[in-house]
């Protein structure tokens, strides 16, 4: 995710609160962007977990592991 897309999810956010609000076209944008962020932010968080060790007090170390759905 580009600055430019972050100052864009803003820039929509600010004028969806003014009095003119969104054109169809841009709550399309909107909505497209913010999904984009989202995906990146579980896309981060994800990545972090995957190279996270969890240290016992006997000093090992284990590697966190996924949870089966």
Not at 39 to 57: E, F, G, N, V
Request: net charge positive.
């Amino acid at each position: 995710m580009t600055q430019q897309q972050l100052d864009r999810i803003n820039a929509l956010a600010k004028k969806a609160k003014g009095p003119e609000g969104l054109t169809p076209q841009e709550q399309e944008e909107q909505q497209a962007l913010r999904r984009a962020y989202i995906d990146a932010y579980k896309r981060s968080l994800t990545a972090q977990l995957d190279h996270t060790y969890i240290q016992y007090p006997d000093g090992t170390r284990r590697k966190l592991e996924r949870k089966k759905p």
